[in-house]
């Protein structure tokens, strides 16, 4: 199916795209440092969305994940090469794919969320006081307008940015990176650690507020799916390449000829006879027969099939 779409829409696919991303963020820095106020219609907020902006759809890619330092400057740059080395591996099609299910993913679970909750306020399943830490007040269009700026504030590319990392730890266990430039750490410890930074990012949100808890669970399940996914799929190809390889070496030892105790290496089933016996003998497997059952040129049509 995969491979259907692509050739299709793989000659639509964005070359280099984690430089865009970058530039995307480079943008998002200087609106912010110029124009803060212009800078808050970009962010993704299902409660304004839902009112006529539609465009925060979009824009909210624009948004950095970190405030700007040199830690971040580093961080993106590594980000790039890493973006850069994965594209290399899978294709420039497959990389779009990636990154944009990532974000396709994010705004869909942050609509899923906020329409969820609206509706359990809506029914009274949630009360203004299960949302005070949100807003003060028993105005329901409030704990609406609040709750949706809070969904949004959740949102950004941070953890779409981590699924590359991730996927890069997978594919390359054993590469090291400079841990502060000195020391060699391998990849696959990078990766572990950035799982647990995320578990424990969850455990913090659900000790401030089991609600916020939730919608970060969620957010962060949404924006993590598509690494998931490549998880889950790596792990089907390679059980899949695994049984060929045991089929491929089965199908080696039964068309390979057994090395007996005198030497020979074939044996008529019904005489008994070896090459060694009679060097121009022929012998032959019979398809008919179950097993490798072989046998001489005088017995291979005159046997009866076992």
């Not at 007040?137 to 940015?161: F, P």
């Not at 598509?226 to 059980?239: E, S």
């Not at 049984?243 to 089965?250: G, M, T, V």
Request: hydrophobic residues 45%; glycine residues 6%; charged residues 15%.
């Amino acid at each position: 199916m995969t491979s259907k779409f692509e050739r299709k829409f793989g000659k639509y696919a964005v070359q280099n795209l984690p430089l865009y991303l970058i530039l995307g963020y480079v943008i998002g820095y200087i609106i912010q440092i110029i124009n803060p106020e212009m800078y808050e219609y970009l962010s993704f907020d299902p409660f304004m969305i839902c009112r006529g902006q539609v465009w925060r759809i979009i824009t909210w890619i624009l948004s950095p994940p970190m405030e700007l330092g040199i830690f971040t400057i580093i961080m993106l740059i590594l980000y790039y090469q890493l973006g850069r080395g994965l594209e290399s591996v899978w294709g420039t099609y497959r990389f779009n794919v990636y990154i944009f299910s990532g974000m396709i993913f994010t705004m869909i679970g942050a609509m899923l969320l906020y329409l969820i909750l609206y509706l359990m306020i809506h029914a009274g399943i949630l009360f203004p006081a299960d949302m005070a830490w949100m807003v003060s007040g028993n105005n329901q269009d409030m704990l609406y307008r609040s709750l949706g700026a809070i969904i949004g504030n959740c949102v950004s590319t941070y953890y779409i940015n981590m699924s590359i990392f991730l996927a890069y730890a997978i594919t390359y266990p054993q590469e090291r990176l400079l841990l502060y430039f000195l020391i060699p750490v391998r990849m696959k410890w990078f990766g572990i650690l950035y799982g647990v930074l995320i578990l424990v990012n969850v455990y913090d949100a659900f000790r401030a507020n089991t609600l916020y808890g939730i919608i970060i669970l969620v957010l962060v399940f949404a924006s993590l799916l598509n690494f998931i996914l490549y998880m889950l799929k790596r792990k089907n190809l390679g059980k899949q390449q695994k049984k060929r390889r045991q089929e491929y070496r089965q199908s080696i030892r039964r068309a390979a000829p057994v090395m007996r105790e005198n030497g020979a290496r074939h044996k008529c089933v019904v005489c008994g006879r070896t090459e060694l016996d009679d060097p121009n003998l022929t012998f032959r497997y019979c398809s008919k027969c179950s097993g490798n059952k072989e046998y001489c040129q005088d017995h291979l049509f005159t046997h009866e099939h076992k």
